[in-house]
């Protein structure tokens, strides 16, 4: 059986990059957001892209648990990249046979770039309080899940995948850290809406702090999105 790795992540971190890890891997077969059409047809979310996924993609969140994330894998890791907020509409029984990590970033420095694609994002769209859910319901299943935070993986890239790997029980592979300024076969087909910056990287990038002042009518969302980070953070490995 592989080890199945479910990413929860949320929007504008560097969950790309991490895919782009995981996909060095010679061992490890790597799926991007397969519940995005489950996600968009029940939200009708008004997401870049929207009538190409849709019609492309399976819509039964069901089916893609069973098929993807539960299903058969020609690699002995399996790592599922995966949007929080797209775990809406079932039964997340099935997370006990994945090995769920969840990726966070500050939302004072998500928010400003999430508002490129989702101009008048909620809550929702930030996945956070989701993700805090999801957390909560493992481990009272006696999971203890993996956080890592963006600026934490930014900071010192190697010591975090490294540690992250020791508790995934997985060799870390330096080939993690560095891969080629191109699209991989695995991209969504979102990535032109998405991916543009990270197609031109080769590894991840030095951690920023973006300057510039906070959009004023991002505040109250904000303010909604700090206890939900705050609370994970506290769980995160850090640099």
């Given at each position: 059986?592989?080890?199945?790795?479910?990413?929860?992540?949320?929007?504008?971190?560097?969950?790309?990059?991490?895919m782009?890890?995981?996909?060095?891997?010679p061992?490890?077969?790597?799926?991007?957001?397969?519940?995005?059409?489950?996600?968009?047809?029940?939200?009708?979310?008004?997401?870049?892209?929207?009538?190409?996924?849709?019609?492309?993609?399976?819509?039964?969140?069901?089916?893609?648990?069973?098929?993807?994330?539960?299903?058969?894998?020609?690699?002995?890791?399996?790592?599922?990249?995966?949007?929080?907020?797209?775990?809406?509409?079932?039964?997340?029984?099935?997370?006990?046979?994945?090995?769920?990590?969840?990726?966070?970033?500050?939302?004072?420095?998500?928010?400003?770039?999430?508002?490129?694609?989702v101009?008048?994002?909620?809550?929702?769209?930030?996945?956070?309080?989701?993700?805090?859910?999801?957390?909560?319901?493992?481990?009272?299943?006696?999971?203890?899940?993996?956080?890592?935070?963006?600026?934490?993986?930014?900071?010192?890239?190697?010591?975090?995948?490294?540690?992250?790997?020791?508790?995934?029980?997985l060799?870390?592979?330096?080939?993690?850290?560095?891969?080629?300024?191109?699209?991989?076969?695995?991209?969504?087909?979102?990535?032109?809406?998405?991916?543009?910056?990270?197609?031109?990287?080769?590894?991840?990038?030095?951690?920023?702090?973006k300057?510039?002042?906070?959009?004023?009518?991002?505040?109250?969302?904000?303010?909604?999105?700090?206890?939900?980070?705050?609370?994970?953070?506290?769980?995160?490995?850090?640099?």
């Amino acid at each position: 059986m592989p080890l199945r790795i479910h990413l929860c992540s949320g929007p504008r971190n560097v969950s790309t990059a991490l895919m782009y890890a995981f996909a060095q891997r010679p061992d490890t077969r790597v799926v991007d957001e397969p519940l995005y059409a489950h996600y968009l047809r029940n939200t009708g979310a008004p997401h870049p892209g929207r009538d190409e996924i849709l019609s492309t993609m399976e819509h039964s969140g069901k089916k893609v648990i069973q098929e993807t994330f539960l299903g058969a894998c020609d690699r002995s890791v399996l790592f599922i990249k995966n949007m929080g907020h797209h775990l809406i509409e079932l039964d997340w029984t099935f997370l006990d046979q994945m090995t769920t990590v969840f990726l966070i970033r500050d939302p004072e420095q998500m928010l400003p770039s999430l508002i490129h694609q989702v101009p008048e994002p909620e809550l929702a769209d930030t996945a956070l309080a989701m993700q805090r859910k999801v957390f909560d319901d493992l481990t009272r299943r006696g999971q203890s899940p993996c956080v890592l935070d963006a600026r934490e993986v930014l900071t010192n890239p190697e010591k975090i995948l490294r540690n992250l790997c020791q508790k995934l029980g997985l060799r870390f592979d330096p080939v993690m850290l560095h891969w080629e300024a191109k699209p991989i076969p695995e991209d969504g087909i979102w990535a032109p809406h998405w991916y543009h910056v990270i197609h031109t990287t080769t590894g991840f990038a030095p951690y920023r702090h973006k300057p510039g002042p906070f959009p004023d009518f991002l505040r109250p969302l904000l303010s909604e999105c700090i206890p939900h980070y705050n609370y994970l953070y506290q769980h995160a490995i850090k640099a």
